[in-house]
């Protein structure tokens, strides 16, 4: 088991969900519900980012090859994706690969959970781009069984970051916020120039020379 590889897909499922920077996002959209309300949203939202991760790490790589869609090709693409919601992130900004103003205003509050807080906040194109990219360094059991051990993880403290966004908000303040996401853009920077590189070598075998 290549515990390096499970490790890094962790660190880069956590950099791209980033649930600290998404709680003004959860607070705005959530501000006139109960506790209850909430805990309910928020498990429907965790619940929905395990689900949506583990499929496409699952079986993503195949609904490519339906697709005609080579590896290195979508790698290249995922690390471009990656790279411009990273640099949004380094700079403070919101992320529009995510979700845009229109989405948050027309949910209703039976969706919130799924979508859009889920679906694209947290769980967008790039978490999908990312899980498939690396469920191909994925070679035996114990690394599948560790990565779905570890987004289960990371859907459990999805969920408890979001319950506590009021306090969190309050300890952090926005400068917390901001610092926690930059940092976290900042590394998901780096992670995105070596998926592109990674990809064009595999793409253009002249580069590895």
């Keep these: 088991m290549d515990y390096g590889v499970v490790g890094q897909f962790f660190i880069a499922m956590l950099s791209i969900l980033n649930p600290i920077g998404a709680i003004p ?3 705005a959209m959530t501000d006139n519900l109960s506790h209850s309300q ?5 498990r429907a939202c965790s619940i929905t980012v395990f689900i949506t991760i583990t499929v496409s790490l699952l079986i993503g790589s195949n609904i490519l090859k339906f697709f005609g869609i080579s ?4 790698t290249v693409g995922g690390g471009v994706l990656l790279f411009t919601m990273a640099l949004s992130m380094v700079q403070a900004k919101n992320v529009e690969a995510k979700m845009n103003t229109q989405e948050i205003s ?17 769980s967008g194109p790039g978490t999908i781009s990312t899980s498939i990219i690396y ?3 994925f070679h035996h059991t114990f690394e599948w069984v560790g990565g779905i051990i570890l987004m289960a993880f990371l859907s459990v403290c999805v969920y408890f ?27 998901l920077l780096a992670m995105s120039v070596e998926m592109m590189v990674g990809g064009l070598k595999k793409m253009i075998p002249f580069l590895n020379s």
Excluded at 71 to 74: D, E, K, L, R
Excluded at 166 to 187: A, S, Y
């Design 71 to 74: 590896i290195p090709s979508f």
């Design 135 to 137: 469920s191909k360094n």
């Design 161 to 187: 970051i979001l319950i506590h966004a009021d306090k969190i908000r309050e300890k952090l303040g926005d400068l917390g916020v901001n610092v926690m996401t930059r940092i976290m853009g900042l590394i």
């Design 106 to 122: 027309e949910s209703s509050l039976r969706e919130i959970g799924i979508v859009p807080l889920a679906i694209p906040l947290l």
């Design 25 to 27: 996002v959860y607070i």
């Design 38 to 42: 909430r805990k309910s949203m928020t």
